[in-house]
């Protein structure tokens, strides 16, 4: 069963996959400061590095799956050329040069930036929103300069300058958020100054006897986890964005990873921090939990930038685990999947990760596959034949991956104990081929995203948190909702779903749509989009499960938070920030 969840990508990111250190705790080196060229970034016009891409003509089934599920035809669609930077028009950076003189002070004459791809790749994140965007060379409003400071007195010194000359200041990590959470507002006539924080990468010291790292904000996870696995630790938080996302952006918005069923989300995860404000640093120690008031850890977290620049976060480490394991899973229907991630929730069983996919999102699973030969041929037919004689419908099959870690007679036991549990809901093991798979290619779906927006095609996500009891009928809602508007649109679409992050409460449902754009690509995005989100909130779910609020899902926080809460949270922002300096607007105004 070795292909049944591969997808395949050239030169795919991908992380080290954890090893067992036998030097636990040894002199490690620390990684030089990098100098401003050095800073990675994703491409201006999509998500990832130049080079890496998804092709399809090596899945036998998928061309199939896209011209049923959106009427694209794979095999006369012509791809879109490459976006050229050299078509776009760039609007002048207005930054004074007292302020460009304050700043090359701050942190040095080669960490300021005018140059306009620069400013262009540090306007917009990733949403489809963004990306349709920039393609179009729709920039409004972009940063007038950039700057890269290397430690947290340079951030001090530039947020000090961007406050005399009452300027605007928006934080970057990696630049992945899919929210609108990082572009500035377009009618802003003040100066915006753009905060790399790429330099600040550096895991800066681990406490072994309680299990907490001190780690620069602005590494990335490829960046922190190499330096944490050098030394035997690993962070456990690996979101969708991995590779291009750092460790301040997942504070900021609030985050979380593949494996939170074990460590938790990064609110979780996260026990300390520093955040340079105007009157000097905020600083949250590294306390396992504290009765001080108003948790200001947590005001800090998802605040998108909002209270002031993130520099050094304290998160718990764990040791590398000595055998780590993904097992697939078929259950007959999406609700005894449902009912199976519910039932482990609750029992003593404690996995890594728990996921389960709709029929939907299992069959584009099957899709994406590399034809299978010889023996793993005759296997996946075998295990088909099966189950179809034992009853089961193979177009409601849903497919799940469970996650186990630890000592090898751990790992045996939590799987033992979840098994039980899989089987009394109708589960069938498929083994761990599938899980490799998913485990290689976890973080290459991004690209997907692009292939189809290459071809006029949209793909994007919406993902929301709601309590066990009410998910089955958020799932169904969303689905409705999404199918409504392409029926109103008259546009054949595809929405799919998997649940993940499995709390004693309840769980995350992942929403996934697609649809080929008309003459109105952002207008008809803006319709299903806001009929999914609204679904989520008519129905008992929350607005998003760890994407952030931003600009995208703003509209919908007073019907989540109630219109006290947003006042609350209005008046948290303006006291802290009243002259509106620290990313306004985002969040709410």
Partial sequence: MTDLAESDLDDADQVPPPVRSTTADAQVTTPPVPTPAQVPHMKWWGWGVDGVGFHWQDKPAFAAFVQKAVGLDLHTAQALEQPSFDRITVPPSVAPQGLLRDLRDAVGEDAVSLDDESRVVHTYGKSLRDLVRVRAGDLPRVPDVVVFPADEAAVQAVVAAVIAADAVLIPFGGGSNIAGSLEPQPAETRPVVSVDLGRLRRVLDVDADSGLARIQAGALGPDLESQLQERGWTIGHFPDSFTHSSLGGWVATRSSGMQSDKYGDIADIARGMRVVRPDGVLVIRGIPSASTGPSVREMVLGSEGRLGVITEVTVQVHRIPAKRVIHAYFYPT??????????????????????????????????????????????????????????????????????????????????????????????????????????????????????????????????????????????????????????????????????????????????????????????????????????????GGTLSHHHGVGLEHAPWLEQDISGEGVAVMRGLFTAADPGAHFNPAKITR
Wanted: charged fraction near 25%; aromatic fraction near 10%; include cysteine.
């Fill in 334 to 539: 999406w609700t005894a999947g449902l009912a199976a991630m519910q039932a482990i929730a609750a029992s003593d069983a404690h996995p890594t990760v728990t996921r389960v996919s709709d029929a939907r999102e299992t069959g584009f699973s099957l899709a994406t596959s590399k034809e299978s030969k010889g023996v793993q041929k005759l296997l996946t037919r075998g295990v088909m034949l099966y189950l179809k004689r034992r009853g089961w419908n193979l177009d409601d099959v849903c497919l799940s991956f469970v996650g186990y870690e630890g000592e090898a007679d751990h790992v045996a036991r939590q799987r033992k104990a979840t098994e039980r549990v899989i089987k009394r809901h109708g589960g069938f093991s498929l083994g761990t081929g599938p899980g490799v798979l998913y485990d290689q290619k976890k973080f290459d779906t991004p690209y997907l995203r692009d292939f189809l927006l290459d071809r006029g095609t949209a793909g994007d996500v919406s993902e929301t948190a709601a309590p066990w009891s009410r998910l089955n009928s958020v799932h169904d809602a969303v689905i409705a909702a999404a199918e409504g508007v392409f029926r109103d649109m008259d546009r054949t679409g595809w929405v799919m779903c998997h649940l993940s992050h499995s709390y004693h409460s309840g769980a995350c449902l992942y929403f996934t749509f697609a649809f080929v754009f008309g003459d109105d690509p952002i207008g008809e995005y803006d319709r299903v989009k806001s009929a999914i989100q609204q679904a989520f909130i008519d129905n």
